[in-house]
């Protein structure tokens, strides 16, 4: 069955820091994958998403994820972190489900940026 | 500004009682999902809809309906609210297979 599997449901780093929020997926067709933010008492806002084309992507406020296929991973970064960084974060796999696709979701990784 | 509206924003339900919660979009989306997000489950798809007219149930449906009489509106209703109904419900919608989601702002439920 395909899952999504988020390593760490609490990241903490300082400001400045690198963020990395690990995502590995099963899926056994190429996927979708998507990462999305969920501020305080907020709904879920697309971060960025890969749909086979460049393995490299770049979402919005800098954060970008790298598809590794042979990893199966989808791991979001940041280059130095904000303290407006601080919120949930899921990955999610969109997979084939008989005549449907249906999103597969992580349990989240709630990042906490520390002054 | 496009996107989703959800309403009310919060609620406070005796058990036993109806609830509608409703989802409206602006955005011409096919595709409109509810989930619901409770602490250490993540979100759970209880129900959604490929196109007006069409519904189909997700992993927690059970005490839940939905309608889909035309392309802007997804309504959820409780038919008799129980406690263990309470959680964060969000309405999200997308335009075609390997978009992202929109999702709402969300309707925080809390069944007494």
């Known amino acids: 069955a395909q899952s999504v599997t988020q390593l760490g449901s609490h990241v903490s780093v300082s400001e400045g820091a690198l963020v990395l929020l690990r995502c590995n997926y099963s899926?056994?067709?190429?996927?979708?994958l998507f990462w999305y933010v969920q501020y305080p008492n907020q709904g879920l806002q697309l971060l960025l998403k890969?749909?086979?084309?460049a393995t490299l992507v770049k979402g919005i406020n800098g954060f970008e994820a790298e598809f590794k296929k042979s990893e199966t991973s989808f791991h979001l970064t940041k280059p130095s972190a904000h303290m407006s960084d601080a919120a949930e974060y899921f990955c999610?796999?969109?997979?084939?489900?008989?005549?449907?696709?249906?999103?597969?979701w992580g349990l989240g990784t709630s990042l906490a940026v520390n002054p | 500004i496009a996107g989703i509206t959800q309403a009310p924003t919060s609620q406070i339900l005796a058990a036993g009682r109806r609830m509608t919660l409703r989802c409206t979009q602006d955005?011409?989306?096919?595709?409109m999902y509810w989930y619901r997000q409770d602490l250490g489950l993540g979100l759970r798809l209880i129900h959604y809809?490929?196109?007006?007219?069409?519904?189909g149930k997700g992993e927690v449906p059970d005490g839940y309906s939905v309608s889909r009489a035309n392309t802007d509106d997804f309504p959820l209703t409780l038919a008799s609210a129980v406690p263990s109904q309470t959680s964060v419900y969000f309405c999200?919608?997308?335009?075609?297979?390997?978009?992202?989601?929109?999702f709402g702002s969300g309707t925080r439920l809390t069944v007494v």
């Open positions: 999200a919608s997308s335009p075609a297979i390997g978009y992202g989601y929109t």
């Open positions: 955005m011409r989306h096919n595709a």
């Open positions: 809809s490929n196109t007006a007219g069409t519904t």
């Open positions: 899926s056994s067709v190429p996927p979708y």
């Open positions: 890969y749909t086979s084309a």
């Open positions: 999610a796999v969109s997979v084939n489900a008989g005549n449907n696709r249906k999103l597969i």
